[in-house]
């Protein structure tokens, strides 16, 4: 069911030898390339039509009417609200200590540089829709924006045809939760498309994120740039790091829930265990026998992004699963949280045999928008951070100026731009600026 890789004896660079999803956004460019095309020339009559073509279902309008908004609230399971709500209280709890403070320094006596931290002024939101419904991914993305002071919020996601064009209702809920009421039914590639460019149902935006399938990721790609991205998400991915005293029940259950989000989710297990990976094994074909999903995670577990990998030790697993910087990191060791506390790259890190990729997923207060395929090597998961920029104001009076201005002229020459020089001494004047002048004529313009 799940295969093998020995990297025993192997201590080198590991990245080529790891189990991972193949996903060609290259290839997949040139199919979404006219659809974004066709978005930005016909605005919603494409959108209508693109929705017919993809998802089987032309929506009465584009934009949802906020009675059907406030109409899936009524209509939610109170077990559901209640824990939407929870998971909406806990993300606020951690993204509102996210928010950044205004930081002013002295450079000199006069001179001040200020970071000032500007939020976005409008983002797009993306919540796939398909094999499953995904409101948790709404509350992702939306309590992160929201706390950062983004002033305009939109919230795009797949029209149902089970619900007459609208996205899913419970998708709509979470959005009346968070208090957003500008959602659009619209899906795939040209729900980016049309946060790109604009139409006459959803102003354009600064900035789109969530994740989604293979198309939202080739859309991003393509249109970055005209549209400011988060991440190019890829398939979903868990990595266990577990030594011999791990359960092996828990381990095959957490293989097991990402495995179920897709046939080419990756799940991997690293271990110095035999005996672990064994246990494991025994595991993974009761458990998926019974699950609801089993053919679905069968194919994910069966697949080449899926292995349980074998090292020497726990140093050398650590080593293994920095080079797979995987989107979800798992720790079940007899000290998980001194070996978590070593690992430099992962998406999040969850500690120990009570801190499940599932409950990341929903109702730890993390977030859950993470980078995929490796890109933990280099980027972080959705935060507050995502959506604000930071600015630099410079602030200097005359003295301050004149001050440095030999540096900046000496500077100037060096990079043989004269005129940037030049811009400084026209301000200094007097004895400063003749002094910078002696100070070219006679150095050459060398410090």
């Given at each position: ?5 020995d ?11 790891l ?21 930005r ?5 494409a ?29 939610l ?7 939407l ?16 403070s ?5 450079v000199?006596?006069?001179?001040t ?5 500007v ?10 829709g398909?094999r499953?419904v995904y ?11 929201q ?27 979470a ?17 980016v498309?049309?946060?790109?460019y604009?139409t006459?149902d ?10 989604g399938?293979?198309w ?15 991440a ?8 266990i ?32 265990s035999?005996?672990?990976?064994g ?16 053919d679905?995670?069968?194919e ?7 292995g349980i990998?074998?090292v020497?030790?726990?140093d050398h ?6 080079a797979?910087?995987?989107?979800h990191l798992e720790?079940?060791?007899?000290d ?18 009570y ?13 859950h928008v ?6 933990a090597?280099?980027s972080?998961?959705?935060s ?6 930071g ?14 201005a030999r540096?900046?002229?000496?500077l ?6 004269p005129?940037?020089g ?12 003749a ?6 004529v ?6």
């Amino acid at each position: 069911m799940i295969s093998r890789i020995d990297l025993r004896g192997n201590p080198g660079d590991p990245r080529d030898l790891l189990p991972r999803p193949e996903l060609d956004i290259e290839a997949a460019l040139d199919k979404v390339r006219p659809i974004c095309e066709d978005v930005r020339h016909r605005g919603s009559e494409a959108l209508f039509e693109l929705a017919e073509r993809f998802d089987g279902v032309r929506p009465a309008a584009l934009r949802v009417p906020r009675e059907d908004i406030d109409a899936a609230l009524a209509g939610l399971d109170p077990d559901v609200r209640a824990a939407l709500e929870e998971s909406i209280r806990r993300a606020r709890l951690v993204h509102a200590a996210q928010r950044r403070s205004d930081t002013t320094t002295q450079v000199v006596p006069g001179g001040t540089v200020t970071e000032r931290w500007v939020p976005v002024g409008r983002v797009g939101l993306y919540a796939p829709g398909g094999r499953a419904v995904y409101p948790s991914s709404v509350i992702m993305n939306v309590v992160p924006a929201q706390e950062a002071g983004v002033a305009s919020l939109a919230v795009a996601s797949p029209p149902q045809a089970e619900f007459g064009g609208l996205p899913h209702p419970t998708v709509l809920a979470a959005c009346a939760l968070l208090g957003v009421d500008e959602v659009h039914a619209v899906g795939g590639a040209q729900a980016v498309a049309m946060f790109a460019y604009g139409t006459a149902d959803c102003a354009r935006a600064d900035m789109v994120t969530g994740p989604g399938n293979i198309w939202v990721a080739a859309a991003k790609r393509l249109l970055k740039g005209v549209i400011g991205i988060d991440a190019e998400a890829g398939p979903t991915e868990i990595a266990i790091l577990a030594d011999d005293t791990a359960d092996p029940g828990y381990v095959a259950a957490d293989l097991i829930s990402q495995a179920e989000h897709d046939v080419v989710a990756a799940s991997v297990l690293v271990t110095p265990s035999v005996e672990l990976a064994g246990r494991v094994e025994s595991e993974l074909a009761a458990r998926v026998a019974a699950t609801r999903h089993r053919d679905r995670v069968a194919e994910a577990l069966g697949g080449r992004q899926s292995g349980i990998v074998l090292v020497d030790d726990l140093d050398h697993g650590l080593a293994v699963v920095d080079a797979y910087a995987a989107e979800h990191l798992e720790v079940m060791t007899a000290d998980p949280a001194a070996v978590a506390a070593r690992v430099r790259n992962a998406g999040a890190v969850f500690v120990g045999a009570y801190s499940p990729v599932s409950l990341g997923d929903y109702c730890a207060g993390s977030n859950h928008v993470l980078p995929t395929g490796g890109s933990a090597l280099h980027s972080s998961g959705l935060s507050v951070q995502t959506f604000l920029r930071g600015i630099h104001v410079i602030d200097y009076d005359r003295d301050a100026l004149a001050e440095v201005a030999r540096r900046v002229v000496a500077l100037a020459e060096a990079e043989d731009l004269p005129a940037h020089g030049e811009a400084v001494t026209a301000r200094v004047g007097g004895a400063a600026a003749a002094a910078v002048a002696a100070h070219t004529v006679t150095t050459g313009g060398n410090a």
